[in-house]
């Protein structure tokens, strides 16, 4: 993927002298590869608001997760990094390996310009693993007439259980743009998967104009590649598909299975990140493998009105098979929200959040994340409350732990005022709107009610993360938001709003609503409904930092609230990168 944030006027001429100094220095200079012991003992950037257990580098700019597998028991992520600054540009392929996702040591890099092929650039691909167990990568390369094309990599040493070095044959590209193919908007190769018909199988995002392309392309060897004549799938106004994803998906909570797994009546996830929004989109369908068409279900728009994975700052997801553990675990991006400028001063931008297992909902719908397991294990100190009413109006404090750095699980019921929700206007179509409209000060009927989080004692810095309940006819719709606009003191900052519609009956649930809530200094992950909605917010407080943050339950509506359970804990600082 390509990608670089909004920058201010301000900042250009910054931008523009690293440029300078990258092209004064040539390339043999600028894509000098780091020593795995470098890497280790490199000093960390500026510590303000840095995430605790997010992955990170240990500084300078990442954005999209690459590549992530699990072979012979180890876990690998690459990712895009730029060794030089803390802004977009001369991208390699970082690597790290874990045995558990959470704790991550960094290796060389894995993948960077070398050859005519990618000389100008490595963005974003995939990892598949061939027969034999032998991994093989695809990622997009710039070549040197500046055109995507795709080039394949190996391991060098198969014996090594880090797969330290990767080798990109001469033969490389694999694929070209040619025919009908725009050059400069033909990115991202997908995970493969192996068909009945002997084929390897894989998309790449493109457009042509307006329309949005994921372009199929096949193989018998993985190296000699022929175009499809049709795309897997398309959509008119969609513009540029970057980063696709297409995967099978099970409706068995944490339980999922590998690409290839072709069978009749599996259903389909086929997610895209729309360039144009900077959001990723999904449907849920029907993959027909013989003529290899994707056919979405009809029961959510495809288009950028459609479902997300997630609700806010979150972009270029990956999924990929875990093997290990027979799960499909989701890799996402979570851009800076904080100026470019502000960025150099720290001297790094850009976390990873936490990894999901993703699984098709029983409704058939839509998908479920949840925090893999493995986080759990980062939890310490614990306090809760518990069988609690919140009535109109209060605020309660949750004492005990540092909560700058937590994880949050409460349990509300309902029951006893679901028949005095408001009523739901139709022309409420856009939840994050919405939720700039009904902000946390905005007294409704059931709700807002939920958390602040990054808070200081006087609640004047805070974060709000809540739910607001309405009624349209016999149902119920439920409202998830994410409210910034007092989350920091500091002037300058970009503090969007965020929402979701979650897709629950709460007439089934008894009127019961979870939500989850990960805290990292400078991110906040939501998952509500048992990870129905997610929202992921950047927060960068001025006072409520360290152990000046505070956590507390609220309710704003003017029907009490009961808190079934809540339960946070204070979370550990795993090893992250050598930091």
Not at 32 to 49: F, Y
Not at 121 to 128: F, I, K, L, M, Y
């Amino acid at each position: 993927m390509r990608s670089s944030k909004e920058v201010l006027p301000k900042c250009l001429l910054l931008i523009l002298f690293a440029y300078i100094l990258l092209e004064k220095n040539g390339v043999e200079a600028s894509h000098r590869i780091s020593s795995t012991e470098e890497l280790q003992n490199v000093p960390p950037a500026t510590i303000s608001n840095r995430t605790g257990y997010h992955f990170q580098s240990p500084k300078n700019w990442i954005n999209d997760p690459n590549g992530p597998m699990y072979y012979n028991g180890i876990y690998h992520l690459f990712y895009q990094f730029n060794p030089l600054a803390p802004v977009w540009g001369n991208i390699v392929w970082a690597h790290s390996y874990s045995t558990d996702m959470v704790n991550w040591k960094p290796l060389r890099h894995a993948i960077y310009p070398t050859k005519p092929f990618d000389i100008n650039g490595c963005w974003s691909g995939s990892a598949t693993i061939l027969p034999g167990n032998k991994p093989v990568i695809m990622y997009t390369g710039i070549d040197e007439q500046n055109r995507q094309v795709q080039n394949i990599a190996f391991p060098k040493n198969l014996s090594d259980p880090y797969l330290r070095e990767w080798v990109k044959p001469d033969y490389n590209p694999v694929i070209k743009p040619e025919g009908d193919i725009n050059s400069s908007a033909f990115r991202d190769p997908t995970t493969a998967w192996y068909g009945p018909d002997s084929h390897w199988k894989t998309i790449i995002g493109s457009r042509n104009g307006r329309l949005g392309m994921a372009v199929l392309y096949k193989s018998r060897d993985f190296i000699k590649w022929v175009k499809a004549d049709n795309p897997l799938h398309s959509a008119q106004n969609a513009g540029m598909w970057e980063c696709p994803d297409f995967f099978p998906v099970l409706p068995k909570p944490m339980l999922g299975v590998d690409n290839s797994v072709i069978r009749n009546g599996l259903k389909h996830v086929f997610k895209v990140s729309l360039d144009e929004t900077r959001y990723d989109y999904y449907t849920v369908g029907t993959y027909d493998f013989i003529h290899n068409k994707y056919v979405p279900n009809g029961l959510s728009p495809d288009n950028n009105t459609g479902l997300r994975f997630d609700y806010g700052n979150f972009y270029a997801s990956k999924t990929f098979f875990d093997e290990g553990k027979g799960r499909r675990v989701l890799w996402g991006w979570s851009n800076e929200s904080d100026s470019t400028q502000e960025d150099w001063e720290k001297g790094w931008a850009g976390i990873q959040t936490i990894p999901r297992a993703l699984w098709l909902d029983g409704n058939g719908r839509q998908v479920v994340q949840w925090p893999i397991e493995e986080v759990n294990k980062l939890r310490k100190k614990e306090v809760g409350i518990r069988r609690k009413i919140v009535k109109s109006g209060s605020v309660i404090e949750i004492k005990g732990i540092e909560a700058a750095q937590a994880d949050v699980e409460v349990s509300f019921d309902l029951s006893s005022s679901l028949e005095k929700a408001e009523k739901f206007n139709l022309s409420w179509t856009d939840p994050q709107k919405l939720c700039g409209q009904k902000g946390a000060d905005e007294k409704g009927g059931i709700g807002p009610f939920g958390l602040f989080v990054l808070a200081t004692d006087d609640r004047e810095e805070r974060t709000a993360v809540f739910f607001r309940i309405f009624k349209e006819g016999q149902k119920h719709v439920i409202l998830m938001c994410h409210d910034p606009t007092k989350s920091s003191k500091r002037t300058g900052l970009y503090k969007p709003t965020y929402g979701g519609f979650v897709d629950y009956d709460l007439s089934k649930s008894g009127g019961k609503l979870s939500l989850r809530t990960l805290i990292d200094h400078s991110v906040v992950e939501s998952f509500g409904a048992k990870g129905r909605t997610c929202i992921t917010s950047r927060i960068y407080p001025n006072f409520a930092v360290g152990s000046n943050a505070r956590l507390f339950a609220f309710n704003n509506g003017a029907e009490e609230v009961k808190i079934i359970e809540l339960t946070a804990w204070e979370m550990k600082k795993p090893f992250m990168n050598g930091i």
